[in-house]
C-alpha cells in the first residue's frame, strides 16, 4: 500500500547539510543560549560555520553532534530560524552510516528502552503490552474513534516506579468524557521518537511509522490522545512529513489539549473535594517537545496556563518557575541519550527553580518525570518536591458538568 | 498483524542460541561437559561472564534484537555464588526482564531463560543445552517473515 522505505526517507533527510543552514549569518546568539554551553565547552555556531565552510567530514568524525541535548533553544532564538536540532537527527544518522559511529555508550540504562523500541519496528513483532493498568469500569476496545496512545510507559515499569498512574488517570479522564468505549491497543509499538532525535536510525522510524499507521487505519479511528509530549510532538510534526494525510487522517491531541476544549465546550469544570485553608504552591516544567518543538501557532502552553489559573480558586497557588514556556530548562536526557554528570547539573538547578516555585511540579512528559524524580534520590535539598504528570494532576479535579443543569452550574 | 507461531519442527533450522555462563560455576561446568565428551548441540555461542550477576537485561534484549533465537544465562546455584548473592540478583532482575519486556514484546517467554549449573555438573549442562535447543527448534526462528 505504502512505497517503501527509501522514498520516505527522502522526505526526512538532506544529504547535503549546507542547504538547510545557508542563511546562517553567524551572529553567535545560538552558542549564547545554548542550553548545553552552561555546563560544557559546546558552541552550535563554530560547528555552523565548520559545516558552511566545507569541513562536514570533520564535524562528524570528531563525534561532537551526539553531546547536543536537541532541546532546540537555539532555533528559539535564532533570527534566522536555523534549525539546529533537525541538523544535529540528520547528522546522526550519517555519523552512524558513513563514519561507523556507534553511540553505544552514552545512551542511558545501556541502552535498553532504544533496543525495545527497535525490536518493535520489526514486523515479525506483535507487543503483547500488559492492561494490567487499565482502571475497572473504564472500556476499552480495539476498534473506535477515539484511541488513548499509552507511549512506552508499561515497559518503563522495568525501572521506574508509579508510572502506571499517568496511564491509569488518563484512561479514567478519556472515560469519564467519552460516552464510547477508548480504543488501547494491547498491540501498540513505539512512536519512534528517541530513535528518530537521539540515535539516528531514520529507517527505523520509518518502519515504526508505518507499523503504526497501518494499525491506526485497521482500528478506524479517528482522534489519537496522548500523555506524552513526545509522542505527540512526533505524530503531529513528524508523521506528516512521511505520510502528507497524516494530519487529516488523525486530529491529534495532548491530554491538555483535549481536557481544554472539553473545558471550552462546558463539559467539564475543576472543582476540589479536598480543599485546604492554606493554598498550595505548585509550578509548571514546560517539556521542550511541548514548548520549543511545536509549530508557531500552536498554543499548548498558553492553554495548560488557562487551566491553571483555575486553580487559584480551589485552593492552588500557580508560581512560574525563573525560565518557563519557551525558555524552560530540559530535563538534559533527552531520548535516553547523554545522562551524565553534565547533563545532571542541568537538571539539579531545573529542581532548585522548582522549589523556589513550589511544592508540586506539574510536567507533561513522562519522560522529564523519570529522569527529574531520578535526581531526588541522589539530593536531599530537593527530594521534597512532588513531580506530578499533568493528568494525575487533574484527574481528582475534573467533574463532569451535566447537560440538564448545565444552565445553573455555569454560574 | 497475525503472528506466525510455527509449531513444526524444521529440519533446516539451526537456531542461534547464546549462551551466557558464570565464571566460577557454569563455565566450570560447561568444561567438564567438554572434557568428558558429553554430546550437545553446536549452535551456541558461550559468553563467559564473571558472575550471573553481570548480564545486564540490555544484553540480552540486544541479543533479541541481533537476531538470536534463544538467550540461556547459567549461573551457580543459589548460596554458592563466588559473589555471594550475585546469583540472587540476578534472579531478581531477569524476573522483571521476563515480565516486564519480553512478554510485553510479545517474544515467547521459552526463549530466555535462567538456569542454575554448578562446576560438578558437565552431564546436566550437556542435558540443559540439548533441552533448551530443541525447545527453540519447536518454537522455530524469531524472525518469522
Ligand atoms: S543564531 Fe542562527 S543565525 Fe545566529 S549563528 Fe546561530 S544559527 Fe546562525
Ligand atoms: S539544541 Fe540545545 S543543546 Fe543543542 S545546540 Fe541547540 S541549544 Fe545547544
Ligand atoms: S514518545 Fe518516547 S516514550 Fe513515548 S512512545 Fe514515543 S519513544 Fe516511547
Ligand atoms: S536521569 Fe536517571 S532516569 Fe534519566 S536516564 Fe539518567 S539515570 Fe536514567
Request: charged share 30%.
Amino acid at each position: 500500500m505504502y512505497n517503501d522505505t527509501l522514498d520516505y526517507l527522502e522526505k526526512i533527510y538532506e544529504p547535503d547539510l549546507r542547504n538547510l543552514l545557508k542563511r546562517c549569518y553567524q551572529c553567535g546568539r545560538c552558542s549564547g543560549v545554548c542550553q548545553l554551553s552552561k555546563v560544557q565547552k559546546y558552541a552550535p555556531s563554530k560547528i555552523i560555520e565548520l559545516i558552511l565552510e566545507g569541513f562536514e567530514d570533520r564535524v562528524l568524525e570528531s563525534g561532537e553532534l551526539w553531546d547536543c541535548l536537541t532541546c532546540n533553544q537555539c532555533l528559539k532564538d535564532c533570527p534566522e530560524d536555523i534549525n539546529f536540532a533537525d541538523i544535529v537527527r540528520i547528522a546522526r544518522y550519517k555519523m552512524r552510516h558513513f563514519a561507523n559511529q556507534n553511540p553505544d555508550e552514552i545512551v542511558a540504562h545501556k541502552g535498553i528502552y532504544t533496543t525495545i523500541s527497535e525490536i518493535m519496528s520489526r514486523p515479525y513483532i506483535t507487543p503483547e503490552r500488559s492492561l494490567d493498568w487499565v482502571p475497572k469500569g473504564c472500556k476499552i476496545s480495539d476498534k473506535g474513534n477515539v484511541l488513548y496512545y499509552v507511549g512506552c510507559l508499561p515497559f518503563f515499569n522495568y525501572e521506574f516506579e508509579n508510572l502506571d498512574s499517568i496511564a491509569t488517570s488518563t484512561l479514567k479522564i478519556l472515560c469519564q468524557i467519552e460516552k464510547e468505549p477508548i480504543v488501547v491497543f494491547k498491540e501498540e509499538n513505539c512512536c519512534g521518537h528517541d530513535i528518530y532525535w537521539g540515535q539516528g536510525k531514520l529507517k527505523t522510524f520509518i518502519k515504526l511509522a508505518m507499523k503504526n499507521m497501518e494499525m491506526f487505519e485497521k482500528a478506524g479511528i479517528s482522534k489519537i490522545v496522548t500523555a506524552c509530549a513526545e509522542c505527540y510532538r512526533t505524530f503531529k510534526v513528524d508523521y506528516p512529513n512521511i505520510f502528507e494525510d497524516f494530519n487529516d487522517k488523525f486530529d491529534v491531541k495532548h491530554v491538555i489539549e483535549y481536557i481544554y476544549e472539553k473545558w471550552k465546550e462546558n463539559l467539564i469544570q475543576f472543582h476540589n473535594p479536598n480543599k485546604k485553608s492554606e493554598k498550595i504552591p505548585f509550578t509548571y516544567h514546560d517539556p521542550c517537545r511541548l514548548s520549543r518543538f511545536l509549530p508557531k501557532d500552536n498554543n499548548i502552553m498558553e492553554k495548560v496556563r488557562e487551566i491553571f489559573k483555575e486553580f487559584k480558586d480551589l485552593g492552588y497557588d500557580f508560581n512560574e518557575m525563573e525560565h518557563n514556556q519557551k525558555n524552560a530548562l530540559c530535563c538534559g536526557v533527552s531520548s535516553w541519550m547523554n545522562c551524565n554528570e553534565k547533563s545532571k547539573a542541568l537538571r539539579y538547578k531545573r529542581m532548585l527553580e522548582a522549589k523556589s516555585a513550589g511544592d508540586i511540579m506539574v510536567t507533561s512528559c513522562p519522560k522529564c518525570r523519570i529522569h527529574l524524580s531520578c535526581l531526588q534520590d541522589d539530593f536531599e535539598d530537593i527530594a521534597s518536591i512532588e513531580i506530578l504528570d499533568f493528568s494525575e494532576f487533574l484527574i481528582n479535579h475534573i467533574k463532569l458538568i451535566k447537560p440538564d443543569i448545565k444552565g445553573e452550574e455555569k454560574k | 498483524m497475525p503472528k506466525a507461531k510455527t509449531k513444526v519442527i524444521r529440519k533446516d533450522f539451526t537456531p542461534e542460541i547464546l549462551v551466557f555462563c558464570c565464571n566460577w560455576c557454569s563455565y566450570a561446568g560447561a568444561d567438564l561437559a567438554g572434557v568428558s565428551r558429553f554430546q550437545y548441540p553446536p549452535n551456541m555461542r558461550i559468553i563467559r561472564v564473571m558472575c550471573s550477576g553481570r548480564v545486564d537485561p540490555a544484553f540480552v534484549i540486544k541479543a533479541l534484537k541481533e537476531g538470536a533465537d534463544g538467550i540461556l544465562i547459567t549461573g551457580c546455584h543459589i548460596g554458592d555464588c563466588h559473589y555471594i548473592s550475585g546469583n540472587e540478583y540476578a534472579q531478581e532482575r531477569f524476573g522483571r526482564l521476563h515480565e516486564i519486556i519480553i512478554k510485553q514484546l510479545g517474544i515467547n517467554e521459552k526463549r530466555v531463560r535462567l538456569e542454575w549449573v554448578s562446576a560438578s555438573e558437565g552431564k546436566r549442562f550437556a542435558d540443559l543445552i540439548t533441552e533448551f535447543t530443541n525447545q527453540i527448534k519447536e518454537l522455530g526462528p524469531l524472525k518469522v517473515l
